[in-house]
C-alpha cells in the first residue's frame, strides 16, 4: 500500500466525478490501476449522455481497461478501482468478474443504490469477495467533496426526482 499513489488516484477519481457533473449526470469516477501503480484506465458515469442506464463510472473504467483486465485475469495481477462512490449492485458484480482485487472508495453510499457491503455481508461469492482488499473513505476531505458533489446532483435537472417532479408522477 502506497498512501500519496492511493492519495493521487482517489483525487483522480473525484476529478472525472467532477466532469461527470459537468456533464450532467451522476457524479463518479473510477480509476484503475495495475500492481505498480501504473494507470490503466479511467471511467465517469455516462449515464445521461450516453442514455444509458448501465454506463456507471467503474463500469466504464472496466470497460476502457480493454483486453488489460482479462490479461491481468491470466497473469494473477491484482489491480485496483478507485472509485467516488460505494459501487452499486451492478458495479460489484463488475468489479469481481473483472478481477480486481483492491477496492477504495472515496464515499459509503447509505442513501442510493450502494451494495458492495450490502452484498459482501449476505455471505455470497464469499470465497471472490474475500480475496479483494476494501478500504472505504479513507480521506475524510476527499469524502467532504463527494458528498458536496452528491448535493448538487440532488439539485440537477437530470436527478430521477427531479425529472418526476416536472412530469408530476
Ligand atoms: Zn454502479
Redesign the pocket.
Same mark, same amino acid.
Not at 56 to 59: K, L, P
Given at each position: 500500500m502506497n498512501r500519496d499513489k492511493d492519495r493521487y488516484y482517489s483525487e483522480l477519481a473525484l476529478k472525472e466525478a467532477e466532469q461527470a457533473l459537468k456533464e450532467n449526470t451522476y457524479p463518479i469516477g473510477a480509476i484503475i490501476v495495475d500492481e505498480n501503480y501504473n494507470l490503466i484506465a479511467k471511467g465517469r458515469n455516462r449515464v445521461h449522455p450516453n442514455q444509458d442506464a448501465t454506463a456507471?463510472?467503474?463500469?466504464d473504467a472496466i470497460r476502457n481497461a480493454g483486453h488489460i483486465i482479462l490479461d491481468a485475469k491470466v497473469k494473477r495481477e491484482k489491480f485496483t478501482i478507485y472509485t467516488s462512490l460505494e459501487? *452499486?449492485p451492478? *458495479?460489484t458484480g463488475g468489479i469481481l468478474f473483472a478481477n480486481i482485487k483492491r477496492v477504495v472508495w472515496l464515499l459509503n453510499d447509505d442513501l442510493g443504490?450502494g451494495g458492495y457491503r450490502k452484498i459482501k455481508a449476505t455471505n455470497a461469492f464469499e470465497r471472490r469477495f474475500n480475496e479483494v482488499e476494501l478500504v472505504e473513505e479513507p480521506y475524510e476531505d476527499l469524502k467532504k467533496k463527494q458528498m458536496e458533489l452528491m448535493g448538487k446532483w440532488a439539485m440537477n435537472p437530470n436527478n430521477v426526482v427531479n425529472l418526476r417532479k416536472a412530469v408530476n408522477k
Open positions: 456507471h463510472a467503474e463500469i459501487p *452499486c451492478m *458495479c443504490f
